[in-house]
């Protein structure tokens, strides 16, 4: 799995943006011309939280590569549109991303992609259900977004503290095996506040520094974890 992260990552980079970046500029172009979302629906369409959609937003709008615009039927609330440019660029990148993406299954027969598809689409539907329950896998541990993890801190008397909650761990698992708990908040890794399991892996999955430091809170202790990049 980072294997195939690391190459979707390297050819995305190759256009000066992120895969989290394409997976905004697609979602947008996706819903048709004049490729426009409310920015609390794109952050829904793509399980964000608000905090990384409006800094993954302020990067494209500092690329030319969307624009936002006031809802006037909402003050609160902004549209966030594909601008030329960005429809140019993803023109150019989608078809990249595509050669790529099949060069990663070319080692595969026909009847082994059907298979490997099938398998796929049973192992999203499953992860899909965690993620309507604010659950995400990780590790061989169970992580709740940060929405849930402070209704859980709360509901058994525990500040509230930015970060992820760990809910499940299994047994035997990589991450039991690394030392965490049921219960850990994951707060920031090398410094990095973290909001996502996006962020984490993208933090965890850098290559340097080889040794990295995970900062938690075990009840209202502070914890710190360093995890070795071939561990992880």
């Known amino acids: 799995m980072e294997h195939v992260d690391r190459a979707l990552e390297a050819k995305f980079e190759e256009f000066q943006i992120s895969r989290a970046s394409f997976d905004v500029l697609a979602a947008l172009r996706r819903i048709g011309k ?4 409310n920015q609390r629906d794109l952050m829904r369409s793509l399980f964000r939280t608000s905090g990384s959609m409006s800094l993954r937003i302020d990067s494209l709008q500092r690329q030319g590569l969307v624009v936002r615009s006031p809802d006037n039927d909402d003050r609160r609330s902004v549209f ?8 140019a ?4 990148v989608i078809p990249e991303h595509l050669e790529n993406e099949n060069s990663l299954v070319a080692g595969l027969n026909r009847a082994e992609r059907t298979q490997l598809i099938a398998l796929l689409r049973k192992w999203l539907v499953s992860l ?5 329950h604010g659950r995400q896998l990780y590790l061989g541990m169970t992580l709740l977004d940060s929405r849930a993890s402070t209704k859980m801190r709360r509901a058994v008397g525990l500040p509230d503290v930015p970060g992820l909650l760990v809910n499940t761990v299994a047994a035997g698992s990589r991450a039991e095996e690394l030392g965490f708990r049921k219960g850990d908040l994951i707060t920031a890794i090398e410094r ?4 996502s399991l996006m962020e984490i892996r993208k ?6 520094p080889k040794i990295k430091r995970v900062k938690m809170v075990r009840g209202v202790q502070s914890v710190e974890l360093k ?6």
């Open 89 to 92: 660029l993803l023109e150019t």
């Open 227 to 232: 995890l070795i990049n071939s561990s992880i």
């Open 192 to 195: 990095q506040a973290v909001a």
């Open 203 to 208: 933090i965890l999955n850098k290559p340097e």
């Open 128 to 132: 899909e259900e965690e993620v309507a």
């Open 34 to 37: 004049p490729y426009k979302l």
């Open 80 to 87: 966030v549109t594909l601008t030329p440019k960005g429809v």
